[in-house]
């Protein structure tokens, strides 16, 4: 029998999204990482920038901090970006609908890796000129539910020579083994949690996000 494939139809948004996820899910599961350009179209990411830029605007951001709870701590030797946790049922709409993009993801992942992702956590990030997040893990001491991470970039017409490249160890045993990826409008980076090794490289102009963690029950 012979299947013909055709591209889903332009106005067919879930569907594009819904394809893009599955070749995000199968490169984790080669490689444990991937990088997707323009997983958002244009006029969401210009959406949710404005929409970040906003809540940033009005001081809605905090200093990040590392760890959770009662051992949240400040570490500016660690860290020094600003974040604001999202709430999904009370987010602005471009940032739903993101994270209603990655719904389709979570459903990838589990169908094809069997990851058992249950539920997604996600914060805005701003990284003023100057600003880092040096070599670390994104897990907890004391709690690894934590187990794919997500960033989208919101930034408009990023340059090589603007620095703020993600950086992510390839080999966990030889750290000249990295990618460099620029934090470029619209594309989302995912990774393995408990895998890569990763920092942020300093930039000079404000470099905007949003990153999260699908987590499994734990
Ligand atoms: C993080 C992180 C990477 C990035 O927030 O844990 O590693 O490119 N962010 O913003
Ligand atoms: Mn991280």
Request: no cysteine.
């Given at each position: 029998m012979t299947v013909y494939h055709s591209e889903p139809a332009p106005c067919s948004v879930h569907a594009r999204v819904d394809s893009l996820c599955t070749q995000i899910a199968d490169s984790l599961g080669e490689q444990g990482w991937c990088v997707t350009p323009q997983f958002l179209s244009p006029a969401l990411v210009a959406q949710a920038r404005d929409e970040l830029e906003a809540h940033w605007q009005r001081g809605d951001f905090r200093p990040a901090g590392i760890?959770?709870?009662?051992?949240l701590q400040l570490k500016t030797s660690v860290r020094t970006d600003w974040v604001r946790w999202l709430d999904p049922l009370h987010c602005e709409p471009a940032h739903q609908h993101y994270l209603a993009a990655l719904e389709y993801l979570r459903a990838a992942i589990n169908r094809s890796l069997y990851l058992g992702l249950v539920e997604f956590e996600s914060h805005l990030a701003v990284y003023p000129p100057g600003t880092y997040y040096r070599k670390?893990?994104?897990?907890?001491r004391d709690m690894g539910t934590r187990s794919v991470s997500c960033i989208l970039y919101l930034n408009?017409?990023?340059?090589?020579?603007?620095g703020g490249q993600l950086r992510?160890?390839?080999?966990?045993?030889?750290?000249a083994h990295y990618q460099e990826i620029l934090p470029l409008g619209g594309q989302l980076v995912t990774f393995l949690s408990t895998r890569f090794l990763h920092e942020v490289m300093p930039a000079t102009r404000h470099r905007m996000s949003i990153t999260g963690w699908f987590k499994t029950r734990g």
């Open positions: 760890g959770r709870g009662a051992s670390h893990l994104d897990q907890f408009d017409a990023w340059q090589a020579a603007d992510i160890y390839t080999d966990a045993r030889n750290d």
